[in-house]
């Protein structure tokens, strides 16, 4: 029984941080006019990175020019 508390935990930790990245990413985004070489720059990671992730989180880059 306290597997199951644990998992739930998690589950809503992860959920939590899935949130706040996808969350972050649009306002970056936002701010770059949907340019991503420019987020990735002021989010400190790279291009793919950060393609794979919009990718994966349904984020439309379009949406932001």
């Known amino acids: 029984m306290d597997n199951y508390k644990v998992d ?7 959920r939590c941080v ?15 006019k949907g340019n991503q070489s420019e ?10 990175i ?3 992730k919009v990718h994966k989180y349904r ?3 379009e949406q932001f020019k």
Request: include cysteine.
């Open 8 to 14: 739930v935990k998690e589950d809503v930790l992860e």
């Open 18 to 32: 899935v949130d706040c990245e996808r969350a972050v990413i649009i306002h970056v985004l936002t701010r770059t």
């Open 39 to 48: 987020a990735a720059r002021l989010l400190g990671t790279t291009k793919r």
């Open 50 to 52: 950060l393609a794979y």
């Open 59 to 61: 984020i439309d880059c």
